[in-house]
Nanobody, 119 residues
Framework: QVQLVESGGGLVQAGGSLRLSCAAS????????MGWYRQAPGQRREMVAV???????NYADSVKGRFTISRDSAKNTVYLQMNSLEPEDTAVYYC?????????????WGQGTQVTVST
């Protein structure tokens, strides 16, 4: 079993910054990809940023230049630095981790953390 614990969400004014963290724990052999997704009320969950392997990254067009995803492999932790936040970034943010553990492949989601950006 793999556990994902997210932290760092909250309320911030437009133009402000937040940093999200997601730590994976359990009997993990390897992690192939870590990512952040978000879901606003009434909308589908969408990809925000992913990091594949140690350094290959991909971002949604709406966050390019404002958000940065990074990974600490020693801690099995993924971060999302969010700068220049906009009200449109308001959503529940979920981390996703894909890899291998005892028992086989896993593809797990965090519990979600609320990010609210006020005008």
């Amino acid at each position: 079993q793999v556990q994902l614990v997210e932290s760092g969400g909250g309320l911030v004014q437009a133009g402000g910054s937040l940093r999200l963290s997601c730590a994976a724990s359990g009997t993990i052999f390897s992690i192939n990809a870590m990512g952040w997704y978000r879901q606003a009320p009434g909308q589908r969950r969408e990809m925000v940023a992913v990091i594949i392997g140690g350094s290959s990254t991909n971002y949604a067009d709406s966050v390019k230049g404002r958000f940065t995803i990074s990974r600490d492999s020693a801690k099995n932790t993924v971060y999302l630095q969010m700068n220049s936040l906009e009200p449109e970034d308001t959503a529940v943010y979920y981390c996703n981790v894909v890899g291998w553990r005892i028992g086989g492949r896993f593809d797990d989601w965090g519990q979600g953390t609320q990010v609210t950006v006020s005008t």
